[in-house]
């Protein structure tokens, strides 16, 4: 998070540590969140507002009073952080808005959306999620999930398919839905499911479909389970072309799958430039077409 601890922040205020926490106290302003460690972290905007005030009004409650009333800057994901931290929906949502006035939904997600719920994630994948974190993570599920109803039409005659084998309420999860609302906003019909689906019935769902893409995302599936998937769709959608978003399937450097990069917007970029070409040369079977050979020769 874009943050500065609490002897940095006095120093900009010129005043001591024990003065800006009993001013947070008492004000409830500046409002810092928890680094991982338990450290007050301070919003740099928050602070330069407040330096500016307190130059102008030589008074605390005042400058305090005056830095709220004008705001604190630009929306960001340093303050969208502290709104999640403090389980305040009515903030975090007034953020989002904020943002869409200055920057795309795209870019909200990237800059805004996503950063903002990671502060709150563990980097251990043994540790549970904290309740801040399941806040953040629903409150951006139910925000993309509302923009996703709101998407333009579609324009263009391509379809994804995307698999996110991401664990429940997982960060991966998260950008398996940022990846499909914006693949969607660019006009591609879409749809999102799980591994779990048996691939014996997905044949209902494919041919509603017939995706010219198949895209994997999440790290929780097996080999195996993702070639039974491949080898299902292809089945019904032979030319539907295979790539791999966030490093769901291992490189090996000899692969069909196209791989999408970390983030969603680069990824639909490159996702509609690959649709618009025309098919490529066959190269050498990496690990899911030799799993896909597998279930076909099963069958």
């Not at 120093?11 to 800006?20: I, Q």
């Not at 409830?28 to 740099?44: D, E, N, T, V």
């Not at 960001?76 to 007034?94: H, K, Q």
């Not at 994948?125 to 953040?136: G, H, I, K, L, V």
Request: charged share 20%; with cysteine; glycine share 8%.
């Amino acid at each position: 998070m874009s943050g500065i601890r609490t002897n940095a922040a006095a120093v900009m205020l010129g005043v001591s540590p024990n003065t800006l926490r009993s001013w947070e106290r008492r004000y409830g302003f500046p409002s810092p969140h928890r680094s991982p460690g338990g450290h007050r972290q301070y919003s740099l905007n928050e602070i330069e507002a407040l330096k500016q005030t307190l130059a102008e009004t030589h008074n605390v409650s005042s400058a305090i009073s005056l830095a709220r009333e004008r705001g604190e800057g630009p929306s960001s994901s340093g303050r969208l952080a502290v709104a999640f931290g403090a389980f305040d929906e009515e903030r975090a949502n007034r953020l989002l808005e904020e943002s869409l006035a200055l920057r795309s939904v795209e870019r909200t997600i990237e800059e805004l959306l996503l950063p903002g719920v990671s502060e709150h994630a563990t980097l251990n994948p043994d540790e549970r999620p904290s309740p801040e974190y399941e806040f953040a993570w629903r409150h951006a599920t139910g925000w993309m999930s509302a923009l996703k109803r709101l998407s333009p039409p579609v324009g263009r005659s391509n379809a994804a398919l995307i698999f996110d084998a991401s664990t429940p309420t997982g960060f991966d999860a998260l950008h398996s839905q940022a990846l499909e609302l914006i693949v969607r906003r660019a006009g591609v019909r879409t749809l999102l499911l799980t591994p779990a689906i048996e691939p014996t019935r997905l044949g209902r769902a494919v041919r509603a479909l017939m995706p010219d893409a198949l895209v994997l995302s999440g790290s929780n599936a097996s080999l195996d389970t993702i070639g039974r998937l491949v080898y299902a769709v292809r089945s019904l959608a032979q030319g539907a072309t295979v790539f791999d978003y966030r490093s769901a399937v291992p490189d090996t450097g000899a692969s069909t799958v196209c791989r999408l990069g970390d983030m969603p917007v680069a990824a639909r970029d490159l996702l509609l430039a690959r649709l618009d070409m025309a098919p490529a040369a066959p190269v050498a079977a990496g690990p899911v077409e030799l799993a896909a050979r597998a279930v076909a020769l099963e069958a």
